[in-house]
C-alpha cells in the first residue's frame, strides 16, 4: 500500500530509490547462497522451476554429511501461515489496547530486524561477530527509532527474507503466491482493513512499511513522534510522510530470488525490472487519478512481474 503527502515527485523517487537498494542487495546475496550452503553443508533439494508447489511433498534424503532444510516451500501452508497472521494479528489489534502491545510488538520487530540482519552478515562475517551486530542493532532501533534506520533495517530484513524462501520457492509459486496477496491487498485496501490496521500498527510506532519523509531533514526523526503515530488520521495533503509497505518490497524479492535460483541471473534481473516498473506504475495510477489516495500497490507489481515471468518461460527460454 502507498500513501503520499501530494502529487510530489520526492516520495517517488525515494520509494523507487528504496526498491532498487532492495534489489540490489538481493541479487548481492543471492550470489553468494550457493557457495554458502555448500560450504557449510547445508542440503536444500532442488525445485523445478516449472513446478507449481502446493503441498509439501516427499522429497530425497540428504547426501552422507549433508544438513537436511525442511521442506517450507510450498504454496498451501504459505497461504495458511499469512492468512493467520492477518487474522490473529487483526483480532489482537482489535481487542488489545495499543499501549499494552507497544513494548511487545517492538520487542518482536527488533527480533525480525535483528534475524534479517544476521542472514544477511553471515555470508561475509564469522557468525559470533554477525549475532552481536544485529543485535545491538535491532537494540538501537528500539531505544533510538528513528525513520532512516527504520527504513534501513525493513529493507535488510526483506532482502533476507526474499533471499531464504526465494531458494525454496519455484518462480511460479511464488507468482501465484504474489498473485494471490494482491487480491488481498486490493480488498484490504478497497475496504479500509490495510487502513485500520495501519493506524493501528503506527500508534505503537511499529509500523511493517517504509516511512518515507516530505522534507529530507525528518529522515532523522523518532517514529514515536506525533506526525508519525497519528499518520492515517490525516488527510493526504496534510501528511508529513508517505508509507510504502513491506510487502510490496519483500514478495517482489521472493520472486526476483526464485527466479534466480529457478532460470538464472539474465532471466531474474528481467524479472526485476519489470517488478520495477510495476512500483513506478502503481505510483502514475496514484497520481493521475487518486490524488495521493491510498493505493494497493501489489496489484501492478504482480501483473508486470507475471508479464516477465511469462517473457522467461515462454520466450527467453
Known sequence: ????????????????????????????????????????????????????????????????????????????????????????????LF?????????????????????????????WVPATASIIISVAVGVTWIVVPKVWLHDSVMILTMVSLGAVFG??????????????????????????????????????STLPAFVIPRNAAEWGFSLKQPAFTKLVEEEPSEREYSILGGGDIGFPLLLVSSAYFGYGLGNALLVSVFSLLGLICAYWIQAAFLRGKPIPALPPIAILSLIALLIVRYVSA
Do not use: C
Open 1 to 92: 500500500m502507498t500513501t503520499k503527502k501530494r502529487t510530489r515527485l520526492s516520495p517517488v523517487y525515494w520509494s523507487i530509490l528504496i526498491f532498487i537498494v532492495a534489489q540490489m542487495l538481493t541479487f548481492l546475496v543471492i550470489t553468494r547462497e550457493n557457495e554458502f550452503l555448500q560450504a557449510n553443508h547445508i542440503y536444500i533439494p532442488p525445485v523445478s522451476p516449472g513446478v507449481v508447489s502446493i503441498w509439501p511433498q516427499p522429497v530425497p534424503p540428504a547426501p552422507p554429511g549433508e544438513t537436511q532444510v525442511p521442506a517450507v516451500g510450498s504454496l498451501g501452508p504459505i497461504l495458511i501461515y499469512f492468512a493467520a497472521v492477518v487474522i490473529v494479528l487483526g483480532i489482537v
Open 95 to 123: 481487542f488489545v489496547p495499543v499501549a499494552t502491545l507497544r513494548l511487545v510488538l517492538r520487542i518482536l520487530f527488533a527480533f525480525l530486524f535483528s534475524w534479517g540482519i544476521f542472514v544477511i552478515l553471515i555470508f
Open 167 to 204: 531458494r525454496l520457492i519455484s518462480p511460479w509459486t511464488s507468482m501465484i503466491l504474489i498473485l494471490a496477496l494482491a487480491v488481498y491487498d486490493f480488498l484490504a485496501v478497497r475496504f479500509g482493513y490495510m487502513l485500520w490496521m495501519t493506524k493501528k500498527l503506527s500508534e505503537s
